[in-house]
């Protein structure tokens, strides 16, 4: 006689934690060898190009637990570090906004390092410590994520039991943002995606992007439940990163 999944129990086998954590600490700890070699070059062209900080530091939201009932109240927030690729002054007089295309916030030394992810390598930090892991869906900002899993439904279901990570299907999938590649299958669905019932005011909303990434989101977590289809997985998207950093891809 089968026995029901507890509401606080793990849908996520143990062996499927243990490689993910060991990839983790494996890859986090060379490339934090290898950004140290890069960080004083970088740093010098961010700093040229934008006096003040090389780091930014930007609270985002973590896993929600098992048996938590929504977003609002699960999510315990961590400090997430990046390279800084924005003016100082981004977000005076607006506060926490998402990311748009040719966001004219970018500094010039900031938008390659968008393109070639490079921004992100500090995070590598993050996962050593275990606050996030290399894959993963991206953590959003908390002041923003209340109003994302109000206006998407099922939003607050990619971070179930699942660290937010540096890169993951959806970031080697679409561009910087979240947005569909033009040409992309994805893209050929992007209105009955973000808005089947065609109303004009809702054209182009904010959330547009982030309704096409959750279901890349949804697919990795959904791997994440058997081992088999788990490694394929992240073997896959590991393997892709690179490959995106070096295209240049996204915004």
Known sequence: MSVARSSTSSSIPLAVRITKRALDLAFAGVGLFLLALLLPALSL???????????????????????????????????????RTMRVDAEVGTGAVLAEENDPRVTRVGRFLRRSRLDELPQLWNVFTGEMSLVGPRPERPELLENLTLAIPFFEERMRECKPGITGLAQVSLTYSGGAPAGSPVAALANSLTNPYGFEAAHGALADDMRTKLLFDLAYVASLEHFSTYIVMELWIIVQTPIIMLRGVGR
């Open 45 to 83: 062209l961010i700093y040229c190009d934008s006096p003040g900080p090389i780091f930014y530091r930007q609270k985002r939201a973590s896993t929600l637990q098992p048996g938590a009932a929504n977003g609002k109240s699960a999510f315990s927030p961590f400090w997430m570090l990046k390279f």
